[in-house]
């Protein structure tokens, strides 16, 4: 998984690669662990970029989360 540009303003690319089709969900949560956005996901095999809009976040640190029945991979978003 590969995130950029991070610090993020407003949109960030998300490069996801699957090894084949999975469904699943896209968290991300404030530090406090609370859930500040969900976006479904379905993902075929081989590589996709996603775009996730977080223009409506406030500025801080993030966690993201993307969690498939494969797969579960943690990334870090720094909101400017």
Do not use: C
């Not at 303003?9 to 406090?32: C, E, F, H, P, Y």
């Amino acid at each position: 998984t590969q995130l950029w540009p991070n610090p993020v303003s407003d949109k960030v690319q998300l490069s996801i690669s699957s090894g084949s089709t999975a469904k699943g969900r896209i968290l991300i949560l404030n530090m406090a662990g609370q859930v500040v956005m969900e976006q479904s996901l379905a993902l075929t095999e081989g590589s996709r970029i996603m775009e996730l809009e977080l223009s409506h976040l406030p500025a801080g640190i993030y966690q993201g989360r993307i969690q498939t029945n494969l797969q579960s991979a943690v990334f870090r978003i720094v909101k400017k």
